[in-house]
């Protein structure tokens, strides 16, 4: 069972048990680039409800994004979901840049909805450890802005 770990700079730190099973190519593809862990700033959804989310560093784009396929895809999700999504530069609204997303659900009610309307997206793993206290951490980024996240494999 393989397992990551999330921590916020000076916060609490979260484990996550990767969905193996339902979403191989997803987790193969973001376990490989984990291979050293990778810290990035964290900014809370606009349109999702309670999610948080960061950008993948460049230094661990060491996939090809287009190779991933649509698995364990919802467009609502629960507590602890960890989502993937790549959108390509124009593909939202003509949006000129390109996004490599981590997305963190941290509580209920959260739902991937864009500008363009809902969108499904990959679930890679969910946070089987320290929930709460991570939770609590995130929704005060909605209020105090962003915040620099570690995410490594255990």
């Known amino acids: 069972m393989k397992q990551v770990y999330l921590q916020y700079e000076n916060g609490p730190r979260a484990i996550a048990t990767l969905a193996e099973h339902d979403a191989p190519k997803t987790v193969e593809a973001i376990w490989a680039a984990l291979e050293k862990p990778a810290t990035m700033?964290?900014?809370h959804a606009i349109y999702a409800g309670p999610e948080v989310m960061g950008a993948l560093p460049e230094?661990?784009?060491?996939?090809?994004?287009?190779?991933?396929?649509?698995?364990?895809?919802?467009?609502?999700?629960?507590?602890?979901?960890?989502?993937?999504?790549?959108?390509?530069?124009?593909?939202?609204?003509?949006l000129a840049f390109e996004m490599w997303e981590i997305g963190i659900f941290y509580g209920r009610g959260g739902r991937v909805f864009g500008p363009l309307g809902f969108l499904?997206?990959?679930?890679?793993?969910?946070?089987?450890?320290g929930l709460?206290?991570?939770?609590?951490?995130?929704?005060?980024?909605?209020?105090?802005?962003?915040k620099r996240l570690e995410i490594g494999r255990l």
Request: aromatic share 12%; net charge negative; proline share 8%.
């Open 41 to 43: 700033d964290t900014l």
């Open 59 to 94: 230094s661990h784009q060491t996939f090809d994004p287009l190779a991933i396929p649509d698995e364990n895809q919802q467009v609502n999700f629960a507590p602890g979901d960890l989502i993937w999504y790549y959108q390509k530069p124009g593909q939202m609204g003509g």
């Open 120 to 129: 499904p997206v990959n679930i890679w793993a969910t946070i089987t450890e």
């Open 132 to 146: 709460e206290d991570f939770a609590a951490e995130s929704e005060k980024i909605r209020w105090d802005g962003m």
